[in-house]
């Protein structure tokens, strides 16, 4: 089984900042990208932030979020984040982080999904 575990949301002020991680566990033979979404009620799941994990780190933003988003990896440890500030109302939704993985060495890459996290932007 692969798992993603979510951890950072909560509630914030406008202009605030929060961090979330996210850190894939299980049997996982390599991961070739990985990334955030958001869903705020009564929208579509949306894109926030996409990075390629190996090679060149390469990163797409939502226009929404850029200038206010970053997200960035830490291989040793096998985390991925996303830096939020400057934040705003319309920030606020659940947010699920997104692997693109193989379990094997010969194996198809997979999407994953982790559980969600609130975000809340109020004031």
């Known amino acids: 089984q692969v798992q993603l575990v979510e951890s950072g949301g909560g509630l914030v002020q406008p202009g605030g900042s929060l961090r979330l991680s996210c850190v894939p566990s299980?049997?996982?033979?390599?991961?070739?990208?990985m990334g955030w979404y958001r869903q705020a009620p009564g929208k579509q799941r949306e894109l926030v932030a996409i990075i390629i994990v190996g090679g060149s780190g390469s990163t797409v933003y939502a226009d929404s979020v850029k200038g206010r988003f970053t997200i960035s990896r830490d291989n040793a440890k096998n985390t991925v984040y996303l830096q939020m500030n400057s934040l705003e109302p319309e920030d606020t939704a659940v947010y699920y982080c997104?692997?693109?993985?193989?379990?094997?060495?010969?194996?198809?890459?997979?999407?994953?999904w982790g559980q969600g996290t609130q975000v809340t932007v109020s004031s």
């Open positions: 299980g049997s996982i033979f390599s991961v070739n990208a």
């Open positions: 997104n692997a693109l993985l193989r379990r094997t060495a010969g194996g198809v890459a997979t999407s994953y």
